[in-house]
């Protein structure tokens, strides 16, 4: 008998295994909205201009491959607290006091947030919103955190269920983990206005509760990576003690680069330090260090305007494009004349689409129609490209009526 018969088969990851079922469907119509990744209008994977210009310096520059530092390049935690909270918030005094690393992209930055706070709070339970990004749940279980979750998303309005939102949240026990999507809230693309944040800030702080923003989409809501953070910059205004995990995958492109960063808003040098130093302790014996040539990208182009201001464009130009395909699809359903109400598809943000259709809709989307996405209705609508935008709206209007 093998050593390893006691491994049992595991599931397939339910986003992955769409990509999987897509792969094999021979139909040359067939549409992948599974992928929570950018595509451009020709349904490709795309690299920013800025990312490439980038590349060609460093590729000039003929950098050293050294091993980064436990906790990464202190330089690019610096621009990745810079773009959160902006130039004008991270000069002021009192920034000192966060503790940052370098993570495995936006996934390695919860799971560390995960893991310190089940070595060293005192009250480790996360409560994610429902629902959240399938792999949050693993994240914090896996860390030693307990799981639990709050009110979010309304089916009856595909909208924020605030009223919901706000009771949940009263009845949490003080020194509660609450994780917020800092924009671009994903599965359900819808936000808390900037005034439901307000409140849901001071809410916070009078119950005692502690916010871990995780930041994946920063400039898909409004194209602006200003404006995406408005929720992070005035929870720190607020002085919470905030936890921020952020990704550089989509924004920068940089999927496979593993671009991250997590962050703690602390009281003084001397706990960051403390801080940093427990993180740098756990992070040693998972992967030693993370990877560098992503970070140096990040560096170059937050570091020099012309870049950064291409790259700001380009942010644009990525989130208006999945705008674009939201109207359109939209109109194209009220066009073939459909009885449902589709207004959501435009109110929500991001690169997802909650679009409400039922488990038996999406098989009948993927078995009549070769369109794929997850069983919960999830479109990725940096999936929607203008060539497959009206064969999309036929799909959905067959399977709605
Ligand atoms: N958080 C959310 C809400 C996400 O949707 C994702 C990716 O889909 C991530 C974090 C992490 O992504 P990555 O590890 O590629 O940065």
Redesign the pocket.
Known sequence: MSRWSKVPLGPEDAILGVTVAYNHDPNPKKINLGV?AYRDDEGKPFVLESVRMAERILLEAENAMEYLPVAGDKTFVKNALKLAFGSECSAAPGFENFAGMQT???????RMGGELLARFYDAPDVYLPTP??A??TPIFKDAGCTVKGYTYYDASTCGLDFKGMVADIEKMPPSSVVLL?ACA??PTGVDPSKAQWDQLSALMREKHLVPFF?M??QGFTSGDADVDAYAPRKFLKDGHHMIL?Q????NFGL?GH?V?CLSFACDSVAEAQAVESQLKILARPMYSNPPIHGVRVVNEILQEKTLESKWRLEMQGMAERITGMRMKLRSGLEARGSAKIWDHITSQNGMFCYSGLTPEQVGRLSTEWSVYLTKNGRISMAGVTSRSVEYLADAIHAVTK
């Open positions: 929570g495995l992209s936006g996934t390695g930055a919860c959240s990004w792999n949050h999507h809230h994903n995780d994946a989409y995990a990704s550089f995958s989509k999927y593993r991250g």
